[in-house]
C-alpha cells in the first residue's frame, strides 16, 4: 500500500528522521519547511498523514484550521511535533490523532509511526469506491498478459473480476483507460484479497504521477455514483466455539452501532470496580473504539462503573467503563467511557497497535 505523508518542519534534523522512519515502513514522504507551501499541496494533493512541527503560534494554528476545511484532507491523519512540556490536550482539541515529543528520538517516533500507520490503513480501507465496468490488461511476472474487468475505483485501490486467479506474492501491473477519458492508467498494485466469484481486491502500490491525476479527476467527476455497502475482502465468521461459550452476547456493543471497527484479540486485562483497588484477572476480546468484551468466569454485577487496566510493551492503558451486559460464567460486555480526547487518543493508539503491529494475543498482565 502506497501511504503517503506530508511533513511540514522547518527543523531539517527532524524531518531527515521522520523521513527516515517512515522510508523504512515502506510509505513515502513529502517534507516541506514552509507552512504555506504546506497548505498549498494538501489543495493540490491527496495524503494519508501530515505531520505539523506546531509551534503554538498563529501559523500553526491556522494550518490545522484549513487542513480540516480541505476538502482533499478532511479525513488525513494529523501527527503534531509538540515540546515535552508542552500539553497536548489544546492540539487533540484543533483535531490531532497523535502527538509526537521534542526532540524526537529514533525509538519513540518508530513506535509512533507504527501505530499512525494502523490508522492510516484503516481510513484508506474507508475510501469511498465509485463503481465502474471497464476493461484493463493485468500482467506480472511469469504470465502474458491478461484481460479482466474493473468493478469499482477508489483512491487507494480497487476491485477486478477476472477469469483467473492473481498471484497474492508479486506486483501485478495493470493498464485501463476509465470511461470518458482518452489517456491510459498505469500502475501497479498487490492483491489484498480474492473471493469464490472470481473477485480480486488490489492495493495499488506504485502510482505515477499522471496516471494518479487522471484517477483524481475522475473520481471527483463521478463521486455522486459512490458505492454504499459494496462487498468488500471476505470477512471470518465467528468460530463456533466462540459462539456458544458467550451465550447471548452482543456482535454489536457500545460503538460497533456507528461502524467502528472491531478487533478480535485475547488482551490479558485487570478489572477494578470504581473506587476499589482489587484488581480482577480478565481477559479482553473483540475490542473497537467504543467497547469489548471482557472474558471473565464471575463477571462483576450489581454495578454500573468500572476501570480497566491493559499493559503492552509499548503502553499501558486505563479506562473507565460500565456494564451492557451480564453473562455468568462467561464474561460481560463493556461500554467505554471517555472524559477528553487524550482518553479517547490512547484507546486509538492501542487498535492501531492491533491493526499495525505483531499480535498482541494473550499478553503477560
Known amino acids: 500500500m502506497d501511504l503517503r505523508v506530508l511533513v511540514v518542519c522547518p527543523d531539517q534534523d527532524s524531518a531527515n528522521l521522520l523521513s527516515l522512519v517512515l522510508g523504512e515502513m515502506g510509505m513515502t514522504t513529502e517534507h516541506t519547511p514552509s507552512i504555506a507551501r504546506g497548505l498549498e499541496r494538501l489543495n493540490e494533493e491527496q495524503f494519508d498523514a501530515v505531520i505539523l512541527d506546531y509551534r503554538a503560534d498563529q501559523s500553526s494554528e491556522e494550518f490545522l484550521a484549513k487542513l480540516r ?27 490531532a490523532n497523535f502527538v509526537l515529543y521534542r526532540p524526537l ?23 469511498p469506491r465509485i463503481p465502474v465496468n471497464s476493461p484493463v490488461s493485468v500482467a506480472y511476472p511469469g504470465a502474458e498478459e491478461g484481460r479482466a474487468t474493473l468493478v469499482d475505483l477508489s483512491d487507494g485501490g480497487t476491485a477486478v473480476r477476472s477469469g483467473s486467479t492473481l498471484p497474492p506474492a508479486c506486483k501485478v501491473y495493470f493498464q485501463f483507460a476509465l470511461p470518458g ?41 463521478n463521486s455522486f455514483r459512490q458505492t454504499r455497502n459494496q462487498p468488500g475482502p471476505p470477512v471470518a465468521p465467528v468460530p463456533r466455539a466462540d459462539r456458544e461459550t458467550k451465550p447471548g ?50 463477571p462483576l454485577t450489581g454495578l454500573t462503573g468500572l476501570e480497566i487496566v491493559v499493559r503492552t510493551p509499548e503502553m499501558k492503558l486505563k479506562i473507565r467503563g460500565k456494564v451492557l451486559a451480564v453473562h455468568p460464567g462467561f464474561g460481560m460486555g463493556v461500554s467505554f467511557i471517555f472524559d477528553d480526547a487524550t482518553e479517547r487518543e490512547e484507546m486509538l493508539r492501542l ?12 499478553l503477560p498482565r
Open 105 to 127: 528520538s529514533p525509538e519513540r517516533t518508530r513506535l509512533s509511526l507504527r501505530a499512525a500507520r494502523g490508522l492510516m490503513r484503516r481510513e484508506r480501507r474507508r475510501t
Open 69 to 95: 476545511h480541505t476538502p482533499k484532507s478532511r479525513n488525513t491523519l494529523l501527527i503534531a511535533i509538540v515540546d515535552g512540556e508542552f500539553s497536548a490536550r489544546p492540539v487533540f482539541g484543533l483535531g
Open 351 to 362: 487498535l492501531a497497535l492491533l491493526a499495525a503491529g505483531p499480535s498482541l494475543d494473550e
Open 181 to 221: 477519458q482518452e489517456q491510459a492508467v498505469r500502475l501497479s498494485g498487490e492483491v489484498a484479497w480474492q473471493d469464490a466469484s472470481g473477485r480480486t481486491g488490489i492495493r495499488f502500490v506504485d502510482v505515477p504521477q499522471a496516471s494518479r491525476r487522471l484517477m483524481h479527476a475522475w473520481l471527483l467527476q
Open 249 to 298: 452476547k452482543s456482535t454489536d456493543l457500545g460503538g460497533n452501532r456507528r461502524g467502528e471497527r472491531r478487533f478480535p484479540c485475547k488482551l490479558g486485562a485487570e478489572v477494578y470496580r470504581l473506587g476499589s483497588n482489587v484488581p480482577n484477572r480478565c481477559t479482553l476480546s473483540d475490542i473497537s473504539e467504543g467497547g469489548c468484551y471482557v472474558e471473565m468466569p464471575s
